[in-house]
């Protein structure tokens, strides 16, 4: 449903003033904020600028395939409804228009590995959850699909904790990784590797900590490309691991931090400590 500027500003009016006149509860409200408010970028793209508030995922704007003129007014009406942006997979042309439209008066976090950025005005803060999720990747080069689920998780109001390089061909280098993870008291473990994919299904087995496996497409020859490391971490004989795409390091994060946002607010509740 769109929703022009002068209506959404009277739908929200509304229900302010139910809440404030005790017509409606707070969980009400909160309900009733729930739609699927769809902001139009001219005729190239429809912005779900409610995401966030109807289930805790922000809108993340894929720059490939985009021209640059466009992906700068996308950019600029989501900055303009939300103060910020999420975008992901960027090339250096990209980049630079981005830079140059959003140079003063914004504060600018680039994911170099990731290709990825986050824009925002000055001034603009995403509030912590008190959610903490870990990232481990078997080597270097998965560090792509890795930064891109520590931007997701972070935007969500997590903390995250990242571990590079700590693949099954020097099993011993996975010990400290993971007692940092342990020490950390992170919610949820996500694991990226390439090749036969076998460190999520290792991590499984010696943690009790819920897992998203991501498969990179490092690796190559026969079952290259990630077609190997996901047939193995769906074969996983390893319990409590999840699987997401080849290279869906967003995905990986938006789930991880869906479960930690979770455990947080449990802990929230039962009295505990909020980080």
């Known amino acids: 449903m769109y929703l022009g500027i002068s209506r959404r500003r009277k739908f929200l009016?509304?229900?302010?003033?139910?809440?404030?006149?005790?017509?409606?509860?707070?969980?009400?409200?909160?309900?009733?904020?729930?739609?699927?408010?769809?902001?139009?970028?001219?005729?190239?793209?429809?912005?779900?600028?409610?995401?966030?508030?109807?289930?805790?995922?922000?809108?993340?704007?894929?720059?490939?395939?985009?021209?640059?003129?466009?992906?700068?007014?996308?950019?600029?009406?989501?900055?303009?409804?939300?103060?910020?942006?999420?975008?992901?997979?960027?090339?250096?042309?990209?980049?630079?228009?981005?830079?140059?439209?959003?140079?003063?008066?914004?504060?600018?976090?680039?994911?170099q590995h990731a290709r990825s950025t986050v824009i925002r005005t000055k001034g603009h803060h995403k509030s912590k959850t008190g959610g903490k999720v870990g990232i481990v990747t078997a080597g270097t080069v998965d560090l792509a699909v890795a930064e891109e689920a520590m931007m997701v998780a972070e935007e969500m109001g997590c903390d995250t904790f990242m571990e590079a390089d700590a693949g099954v061909a020097g099993i011993h280098r996975i010990v400290e990784p993971l007692r940092r993870m342990i020490e950390n008291e992170v919610d949820c473990l996500i694991v990226v590797a390439g090749r036969e994919g076998a460190l999520p299904t290792v991590v499984a087995g010696l943690v009790d900590i819920p897992l998203v496996g991501v498969p990179s497409s490092s690796g190559y020859?026969?079952?290259?490309?990630?077609e190997a490391a996901l047939m193995a971490m769906l074969q996983a004989c390893s319990l409590g691991l999840a699987v997401v795409n080849i290279d869906s390091g967003i995905a990986a994060g938006v789930v991880a931090a869906q479960i930690a946002n979770r455990v947080a607010r449990a802990r929230q509740l039962a009295g505990g400590p909020s980080t």
Do not use: W
């Open 13 to 111: 009016r509304e229900i302010l003033e139910k809440l404030a006149s005790g017509e409606i509860t707070v969980e009400e409200a909160e309900k009733a904020l729930r739609i699927n408010v769809v902001e139009q970028v001219a005729n190239v793209a429809k912005l779900d600028i409610s995401r966030e508030v109807r289930h805790g995922v922000p809108e993340i704007v894929l720059a490939e395939g985009k021209s640059n003129d466009d992906l700068v007014s996308i950019c600029a009406k989501m900055i303009e409804r939300t103060g910020r942006v999420i975008v992901s997979r960027l090339d250096d042309s990209q980049f630079s228009s981005l830079d140059v439209k959003f140079r003063d008066g914004y504060e600018r976090t680039r994911f």
């Open 221 to 226: 020859g026969y079952g290259g490309h990630g």
